[in-house]
């Protein structure tokens, strides 16, 4: 559904005064020192703030840093997850054993990991990436399982009947048949393990995105606090639509 | 008139019994035998529920028998406790669409041939597309399933089928949820596809016109437990064209059909109503 | 002509279920075993065996224990509910009024992608006590799922149900309460779910970061003062308190919606 210029522009202009507003409100409340908002950055303090970070090698130390640790993670998770998710929707035995001791880790959040991952990994580059991993693992093993488990019998079926063998099945109709679920799995996954990487690089991390709040926090630098919190926002939006788009591309076959 | 024809499938007095979960063992089927001899349109028909499709999955190899056997061309294919597996010897079109949705249709047709790895890949795409042009469907090659009609769907599905050249196809219920128009255009397809390159066809519907129209020999099963209880020999002459359809003798074995089915279509009715209240 | 009664169907179903739970109970043994054997390695620091943890466990105190479970679950409870009140609303106002869609939407829009996490340092900034802190943490991590699905339960309203109600002569009030707001339910209740897994989430880094008490704070002393048995102790704790406020929210969604039960 394409939507006329005159209906974007339409949308477009209430937005933008919304945000104006929001800001405006923002700016006033600090000013007036409502409440506690005195503590608060001012807009302009935290423009400049903008100004002087976004552009500067430090950003791009810092947002390489948290990327990097959580491609890493994820792509970890996939490798692990997916096949794991496949056997676990596809062969009935897989799941009674493996499930149970999943579904049993799954509800302590990366979060908790975080002190045992500090006191046990040596390094602290290795155990953000574990908890980054911990993230993004369950939602992809899950989301995975789910795509496998809703294949219908008819296509295994009519895969042997042309006389595919197991592995080929595994391949042709399981992983292809699961795609879909796999995708969304890959892309909370993602989102997860963004924010894992925030709480560990705070509580943990000597570099990267979250550590760069907290130092700023530490060194009495509030303005900064504000735009990491964006910044962190925005690359997490970007990625997350990055997957999505890459999904859309693995799963050609459904045009909705 | 002295040709043998080679029986290509035997089914012989084959009995199906369903465990059900605290309940005692339902017979699905009772005693059935058939014979299919090679290159014949052999339909099923049946009143829902009377175990037509239960015997094409023992056939196909989804499902087990337990009594009986079935012999493909002299061979023991199943017998108690010793299942066949499915195979390409055996091809299979399904009621509700088994062509893969993630492939595109010439990925389809190829499948049977590169899963059983007889030979190279362009060589199996050039077959597919071969057979896919000599059956009119060229113009689709390119399509995923989801874009496609349900006819053109069920016509992929039949030449995928073909494709591995089996002993005997084996179609459940195939048209049933095709609307009457695009039906009979399936149909015709079929029966252009036997006329120029015969097959042994082992088909089962409720729809007694269209099981007249394709057959060679109707065989009418009763209501479960499924047992086969009368053979109809369909001697109209192939090609067949619509016209038949109002051709006396057309009429009469629409008759004879209407008779047999009947009285086993109300009892299945009551049986299903029984089960129901129950 | 029916079989004979078929004594060995029961039994095959009860074999089948014993044979899952020995799947099952075979699933937390071997757990247990890879932890073990994960403990017993020679690694430079003595990772604690669940033996360990199950025996710091039972030192601890039984009254201080319950205090810090219940300050916790406190924090989630206050902020959830919050949210849910103050969500809620608002994600039906903005389904029904455009000109407060235009207003709000892009600030959530804007706003929603900033992970929770990220706002402990700005909070710790603001408010006075660790407790309110806290307790905005747990609303602010429950908000945004709330209202999302609200807004999104709203537009998935199927416009077959709106006519038939106003076919039916239903008032304003009456439409919305009768039919819109029960069709909304399940994907309220879906977002209920998320939020209170996040606001679980938030009282936890809130409380290793910042406050005092709480089954946060608990396993990030034992962290700090080396008792990594404990550590254990905390992650289970809260992986079931966590599993079991989703419950929670799953069947009261259920005894709400009977008719989507899941």
Same mark, same amino acid.
């Not at chain 3, 149900?161 to 069709?183: C, T």
């Given at each position: 559904?394409?939507?006329?210029?005159?209906?974007?522009?339409?949308?477009?202009?209430?937005?933008?005064?919304?945000?104006?507003?929001?800001?405006?409100?923002?700016?006033?409340?600090?000013?007036?020192?409502?409440?506690?908002?005195?503590?608060?950055?001012?807009?302009?303090?935290?423009?400049?703030?903008?100004?002087?970070?976004?552009?500067?090698?430090?950003?791009?130390?810092?947002?390489?840093?948290?990327?990097?640790?959580?491609?890493?993670?994820?792509?970890?998770?996939?490798?692990?997850?997916?096949?794991?998710?496949?056997?676990?929707?596809?062969?009935?035995?897989?799941?009674?054993?493996?499930?149970?001791?999943?579904?049993?880790?799954?509800?302590?959040?990366?979060?908790?990991?975080?002190?045992?991952?500090?006191?046990?990994?040596?390094?602290?580059?290795?155990?953000?990436?574990?908890?980054?991993?911990?993230?993004?693992?369950?939602?992809?093993?899950?989301?995975?399982?789910?795509?496998?488990?809703?294949?219908?019998?008819?296509?295994?079926?009519?895969?042997?009947?042309?006389?595919?063998?197991?592995?080929?099945?595994?391949?042709?109709?399981?992983?292809?048949?699961?795609?879909?679920?796999?995708?969304?799995?890959?892309?909370?996954?993602?989102?997860?393990?963004?924010?894992?990487?925030?709480?560990?690089?705070?509580?943990?991390?000597?570099?990267?995105?979250?550590?760069?709040?907290?130092?700023?926090?530490?060194?009495?630098?509030?303005?900064?606090?504000?735009?990491?919190?964006?910044?962190?926002?925005?690359?997490?939006?970007?990625?997350?639509?990055?997957?999505?788009?890459?999904?859309?591309?693995?799963?050609?076959?459904?045009?909705? | 008139? &002295?040709?043998?024809?080679?029986?290509?499938?035997?089914?012989? #007095? !084959?009995?199906?019994?369903?465990?059900? =979960? @605290? *309940?005692?063992?339902?017979?699905?089927?009772?005693?059935?035998?058939?014979?299919?001899?090679?290159?014949?349109?052999?339909?099923?028909?049946?009143?829902?529920?009377?175990?037509?499709?239960?015997?094409?999955?023992?056939?196909?190899?989804?499902?087990?028998?337990?009594?009986?056997?079935?012999?493909?061309?002299?061979?023991?294919?199943?017998?108690?406790?010793?299942?066949?597996?499915?195979?390409?010897?055996?091809?299979?079109?399904?009621?509700? &669409?088994?062509?893969?949705?993630?492939?595109?249709?010439?990925? #389809? !047709?190829?499948?049977?041939?590169?899963? =059983? @790895? *007889?030979?190279?890949?362009?060589?199996?795409?050039?077959?597919?597309?071969?057979?896919?042009?000599?059956?009119?469907?060229?113009?689709?090659?390119?399509?995923?399933?989801?874009?496609?009609?349900?006819?053109?769907?069920?016509?992929?599905?039949?030449?995928?089928?073909?494709?591995?050249?089996?002993?005997?196809?084996?179609?459940?219920?195939?048209?049933?949820?095709?609307?009457?128009?695009?039906?009979?255009?399936?149909?015709?397809?079929?029966?252009?596809?036997?006329?120029?390159?015969?097959?042994?066809?082992?088909?089962?519907?409720?729809?007694?016109?269209?099981?007249?129209?394709?057959?060679?020999?109707?065989?009418?099963?009763?209501?479960?437990?499924?047992?086969?209880?009368?053979?109809?020999?369909?001697?109209?002459?192939?090609?067949?064209?619509?016209?038949?359809?109002?051709?006396?003798?057309?009429?009469?074995?629409?008759?004879?059909?209407?008779?047999?089915?009947?009285?086993?279509?109300?009892?299945?009715?009551?049986?299903?109503?029984?089960?129901?209240?129950? | 002509?029916?079989?004979?009664?078929?004594?060995?169907?029961?039994?095959?179903?009860?074999?089948?279920?014993?044979?899952?739970?020995?799947?099952?109970?075979?699933?937390?043994?071997?757990?247990?075993?890879?932890?073990?054997?994960?403990?017993?390695?020679?690694?430079?620091?003595?990772?604690?065996?669940?033996?360990?943890?199950?025996?710091?466990?039972?030192?601890?105190?039984?009254?201080?224990l319950a205090a810090d479970i219940l300050l916790s679950c406190r924090r989630v409870g206050i902020g959830f509910l919050?949210?849910?009140?103050?969500?809620?609303?608002?994600?039906?106002?903005?389904?029904?009024?455009?000109?407060?869609?235009?207003?709000?939407?892009?600030?959530?829009?804007?706003?929603?992608?900033?992970?929770?996490?990220?706002?402990?340092?700005?909070?710790?900034?603001?408010?006075?006590?660790?407790?309110?802190?806290v307790v905005?943490?747990t609303?602010?991590?429950?908000?945004?799922?709330?209202?999302?699905?609200?807004?999104?339960?709203?537009?998935?309203?199927?416009?077959?149900?709106?006519?038939?109600?106003?076919?039916?002569?239903?008032?304003?009030?009456?439409?919305?309460?009768?039919?819109?707001?029960?069709?909304?339910?399940?994907?309220?209740?879906?977002?209920?779910?998320?939020?209170v897994?996040?606001s679980w989430?938030?009282v936890v880094?809130?409380e290793?970061?910042?406050?005092?008490g709480g089954i946060g704070?608990?396993?990030?002393?034992?962290?700090?003062?080396?008792?990594?048995?404990?550590?254990?102790?905390?992650?289970?704790l809260i992986?079931i308190f966590g599993f079991l406020s989703?419950?929670l929210?799953?069947?009261?969604?259920?005894?709400?919606?009977?008719?989507?039960?899941?």
């Amino acid at each position: 559904m394409r939507r006329s210029t005159r209906e974007i522009l339409g949308n477009l202009i209430p937005q933008a005064l919304s945000l104006s507003i929001a800001v405006g409100i923002w700016q006033g409340l600090v000013y007036f020192e409502v409440y506690r908002f005195g503590y608060v950055p001012s807009v302009p303090q935290v423009v400049a703030a903008a100004v002087d970070y976004i552009p500067s090698s430090r950003f791009l130390h810092d947002a390489w840093s948290s990327t990097y640790r959580v491609l890493t993670a994820w792509l970890l998770a996939l490798a692990l997850g997916v096949p794991l998710g496949l056997m676990i929707g596809w062969k009935l035995t897989v799941r009674d054993v493996v499930f149970p001791s999943i579904e049993l880790l799954r509800p302590i959040p990366p979060i908790a990991w975080i002190p045992a991952a500090i006191v046990f990994f040596p390094h602290v580059e290795a155990s953000v990436i574990f908890i980054c991993f911990i993230g993004a693992f369950f939602p992809i093993v899950l989301n995975t399982a789910t795509g496998a488990r809703q294949i219908e019998e008819t296509y295994f079926r009519a895969a042997r009947c042309c006389g595919a063998s197991e592995r080929l099945i595994f391949r042709q109709v399981v992983l292809r048949g699961a795609m879909p679920y796999i995708v969304i799995g890959a892309a909370v996954g993602m989102g997860v393990c963004w924010m894992a990487v925030v709480a560990a690089e705070m509580i943990a991390g000597e570099r990267g995105l979250g550590y760069m709040i907290w130092e700023a926090y530490s060194l009495a630098q509030y303005p900064l606090i504000i735009v990491g919190m964006f910044v962190i926002g925005a690359l997490g939006a970007a990625m997350s639509r990055l997957i999505r788009g890459l999904g859309r591309s693995l799963v050609p076959w459904q045009r909705n | 008139m &002295g040709c043998t024809l080679t029986t290509i499938l035997s089914i012989r #007095n !084959v009995s199906k019994t369903y465990r059900v =979960r @605290g *309940q005692e063992g339902v017979l699905a089927l009772d005693q059935c035998s058939v014979d299919v001899v090679q290159n014949e349109f052999s339909v099923i028909v049946g009143p829902s529920g009377c175990g037509k499709t239960t015997l094409l999955n023992i056939i196909a190899g989804f499902d087990e028998l337990s009594e009986g056997e079935i012999l493909l061309n002299g061979s023991v294919l199943a017998s108690p406790g010793r299942n066949s597996s499915p195979g390409p010897d055996r091809m299979v079109v399904f009621q509700h &669409g088994g062509l893969f949705p993630w492939m595109r249709a010439l990925e #389809n !047709v190829c499948f049977g041939p590169l899963a =059983r @790895g *007889q030979m190279p890949y362009a060589e199996a795409r050039e077959k597919a597309r071969d057979l896919m042009a000599r059956v009119g469907l060229q113009d689709i090659e390119d399509l995923y399933p989801e874009s496609m009609s349900s006819g053109m769907r069920r016509r992929l599905e039949i030449v995928r089928a073909i494709m591995g050249q089996p002993q005997i196809m084996l179609m459940d219920e195939p048209f049933r949820a095709l609307d009457a128009l695009t039906k009979g255009v399936v149909q015709d397809f079929l029966l252009k596809i036997f006329d120029t390159a015969p097959h042994t066809i082992f088909f089962i519907t409720h729809d007694l016109i269209e099981a007249i129209f394709l057959a060679d020999k109707v065989c009418v099963m009763t209501s479960r437990p499924g047992r086969v209880k009368k053979m109809i020999r369909v001697a109209l002459p192939r090609p067949r064209s619509i016209k038949l359809l109002n051709s006396p003798e057309f009429l009469r074995l629409k008759d004879e059909l209407t008779d047999a089915i009947h009285e086993e279509a109300l009892k299945a009715f009551e049986l299903g109503e029984r089960e129901a209240a129950r | 002509m029916q079989a004979a009664p078929d004594r060995s169907a029961l039994s095959a179903e009860r074999r089948k279920s014993f044979h899952k739970s020995v799947r099952a109970a075979f699933s937390v043994v071997a757990l247990l075993a890879i932890w073990t054997g994960i403990a017993a390695f020679p690694w430079s620091i003595t990772i604690p065996s669940p033996l360990a943890s199950a025996r710091a466990l039972l030192q601890l105190e039984p009254r201080p224990l319950a205090a810090d479970i219940l300050l916790s679950c406190r924090r989630v409870g206050i902020g959830f509910l919050i949210a849910a009140a103050v969500g809620i609303p608002l994600g039906i106002l903005v389904g029904y009024s455009r000109w407060i869609r235009n207003l709000l939407f892009p600030l959530i829009e804007v706003l929603r992608p900033i992970p929770p996490i990220a706002w402990i340092p700005l909070a710790i900034l603001f408010f006075p006590t660790s407790e309110s802190m806290v307790v905005f943490l747990t609303f602010l991590g429950a908000f945004f799922p709330i209202v999302y699905n609200t807004i999104a339960g709203f537009s998935g309203i199927k416009p077959m149900y709106l006519r038939a109600g106003k076919s039916l002569g239903a008032s304003e009030w009456r439409m919305f309460w009768h039919v819109i707001l029960p069709s909304m339910l399940p994907v309220i209740f879906a977002g209920l779910h998320v939020a209170v897994g996040i606001s679980w989430l938030m009282v936890v880094a809130g409380e290793m970061m910042a406050a005092k008490g709480g089954i946060g704070a608990l396993t990030w002393e034992a962290y700090q003062t080396a008792r990594y048995p404990l550590i254990f102790v905390g992650m289970a704790l809260i992986g079931i308190f966590g599993f079991l406020s989703s419950f929670l929210i799953r069947i009261a969604g259920n005894a709400v919606s009977k008719w989507d039960a899941r």
